[in-house]
């Protein structure tokens, strides 16, 4: 896993037809398995008479079997041909996702069969071009890894508190209640050096999640 990666700006789908079969090409960003699989779900549930729902994706996951010493990040590939003719569908639109270098994305390929065999190489020509036409629709975009992080402070620290995280420049909202909350959205790569930063500037007083 890289400090920068390729994922979609947004979700999208775009639809076509070849030889009277009918392919819906589905792509969404997805931070881990779980949130993978249930777009997948999400997208059998919305076509439930469709004849296939082709799955695939490339997303973080974590190692924690008894075999590794410590807990590490991986990127998890994932495929399946829902009863396509083997490697004419899964395949194909993973291929597309690793060429276009793209992470944290997930695609579901909806068919509906138009009574004509497209042959293994129909199909994964038309499945591949199904995923490729949903990543431009929803266009790739660079980014890096964030976290989130809960800032909470008395008020007479908030306004240095807020201080520090605008010059920081991160995305943050602000809750004022009993005490003061700040939701931020960090690069990881930030995270450590503004966790010392609120820190010194309270002499610990901040409590930070």
Same mark, same amino acid.
């Given at each position: ?6 994922? /979609? ?8 037809? /070849?030889?009277?079969?009918? $392919?819906?090409?589905? =792509?969404?960003? #997805? @931070? ?8 997948? !779900?999400?997208?059998?549930? *919305? $076509? ?5 729902? /082709? ?7 974590? !190692? ?9 990040? $991986? +990127? ?5 041909? @829902? ?13 597309? +996702? *690793? *060429? ?16 004509? %065999? +497209? ?6 020509? #038309? ?8 990543? !431009?629709? #929803? ?16 008020? !007479? ?12 420049? =991160? ?10 909350? $700040? @939701? ?14 609120? %820190? ?10």
């Amino acid at each position: 896993m890289s400090d920068t990666y390729r994922t /979609v700006a947004t979700r999208a789908s775009t639809a076509f037809e /070849v030889r009277g079969s009918r $392919f819906l090409g589905h =792509v969404d960003r #997805a @931070d881990d398995v779980a949130e993978a699989e249930a777009f997948i !779900d999400a997208v059998a549930t *919305q $076509f439930p008479d469709a004849t296939h729902v /082709v799955p695939a994706y490339r997303v973080p996951a974590t !190692d924690t079997s008894p075999q590794s010493p410590t807990s590490t990040t $991986f +990127l998890r590939e994932y495929a399946d041909d @829902d009863g396509e003719p083997s490697g004419s569908a899964g395949k194909p639109a993973l291929n597309v +996702l *690793q *060429q276009r270098a793209v992470e944290r994305v997930v695609c579901a390929v909806v068919r509906y069969y138009g009574g004509t %065999n +497209l042959g293994v190489g129909g199909l994964a020509r #038309a499945y591949g071009r199904a995923v490729a036409d949903a990543l !431009d629709a #929803a266009e790739i975009v660079d980014e890096r890894p964030h976290r989130t992080l809960v800032v909470r402070t008395d008020y !007479d620290d908030s306004g240095t508190v807020r201080g520090i995280i605008e010059s920081a420049d =991160v995305s943050f909202e602000a809750t004022y209640d009993a005490r003061v909350r $700040f @939701d931020l959205r960090v690069p990881v790569s930030a995270v450590d050096a503004l966790v010392e930063r609120l %820190n010194d500037a309270t002499s610990g007083r901040v409590a930070i999640e």
